[in-house]
């Protein structure tokens, strides 16, 4: 069963989706069906806009997260930034919100995230940390310019071992509003995600908040992979609140944010470029946070690693001052 004590994670999100679909035109979102299973598009021939993409991120985080746009700090420029805080990070955002699940059907690619992956269980993180569910249900979100149709639909519930009507997949392409905001809202999800890689115990973690800037919507998805990356590389600042000894914290603080890298320092999309477009050539100790704090609740010290680069991702988002 799911670590999780407060309820499935695929129903908490399933109730939020219910509430988004009683205004889809309030919400800008267009739901539809394909062999029994609910699609809704929230930025692909949908408006979507900066509300959906909140709401989009908190259905990843499968209801366990807030998420918001907030009034930017001093660093951040002139833009919004997107804010997320959790109590429950490791089902959350290791669970629910990591697109760990990269699927790929027939002529069908979409990076999968949201408490489907729960359900379905596979993957090696999932597995280590017992962040399973057996309910009925499953919501995920796919980070696509394109739907899928429905043999993808019925191999993604067969995954997930539920019935076609009991799933629903959200979709939005990062070149769009809702699909910029939800990608940059993982701020807290890249850092849990780092510490894991780099050997701390991520059970330690009791709450987490992020903050990103919102970059512009990009023109096309390879220049929204760009930037949205570039927001939390360059831009994101994280704090968590952990149960741990400061000796480890001293020790693993240092590799915690992006800079920690051989690849950091350039904005993403020449280090992609320069990769041949492929994410696994890129070191993975990059994609992670600018700066992440920690605050050890067993000895009240705090712990600061990183800075964020505006000069970095104020290039990528193409921002420029009136002369």
């Not at 930017?72 to 697109?99: M, N, R, S």
């Not at 920690?294 to 001052?321: A, I, Y």
Request: aromatic share 8%; net charge negative; with cysteine.
């Amino acid at each position: 069963m799911t670590r999780n004590q407060h309820g499935s994670l695929n129903l908490l999100a399933w109730e939020l989706v219910r509430e988004w679909l009683e205004q889809p035109a309030r919400w800008r979102i267009q739901p539809s069906h394909a062999g029994g299973v609910l699609l809704v598009d929230c930025g692909i021939s949908a408006a979507g806009g900066l509300a959906t993409g909140c709401r989009l991120a908190e259905i990843c985080l499968g209801g366990m997260g807030r998420v918001r746009s907030m009034a930017p700090a001093t660093a951040f420029g002139g833009g919004p930034t997107i804010v997320v805080e959790t109590d429950h990070p490791l089902e959350a955002c290791i669970g629910a919100q990591y697109a760990g699940w990269p699927i790929k059907f027939d002529d069908f690619f979409a990076m999968g995230s949201g408490p489907m992956r729960l359900r379905r269980g596979r993957e090696a993180v999932l597995v280590e940390h017992q962040l399973h569910e057996q309910e009925a249900w499953a919501v995920g979100v796919l980070e696509s310019r394109q739907f899928p149709s429905e043999s993808v639909c019925q191999q993604i519930a067969a995954e997930c071992q539920v019935q076609l009507d009991h799933l629903c997949l959200l979709i939005a392409p990062v070149s769009s509003l809702a699909g910029t905001v939800q990608v940059v809202a993982r701020s807290v999800e890249t850092a849990i995600h780092k510490l894991h890689a780099i050997g701390f115990d991520i059970r330690q973690i009791r709450s987490a908040w992020g903050a990103a800037p919102l970059p512009p919507v990009a023109v096309n998805d390879l220049q929204g992979i760009g930037r949205t990356n570039d927001a939390i590389l360059y831009g994101a600042e994280v704090t968590c609140w952990v149960h741990a000894d400061d000796d480890l914290l001293q020790q693993l603080g240092p590799l915690a944010p992006s800079c920690s890298s051989r690849d950091y320092g350039r904005p993403f999309a020449e280090i992609f470029s320069a990769f041949d477009y492929d994410f696994y050539k890129i070191d993975p100790l990059l994609f992670s946070p600018a700066v992440v704090n920690f605050v050890n609740l067993r000895t009240g010290r705090c712990f600061r690693f990183g800075q964020t680069r505006p000069d970095l991702f104020g290039k990528s988002f193409g921002c420029e001052s009136a002369s």
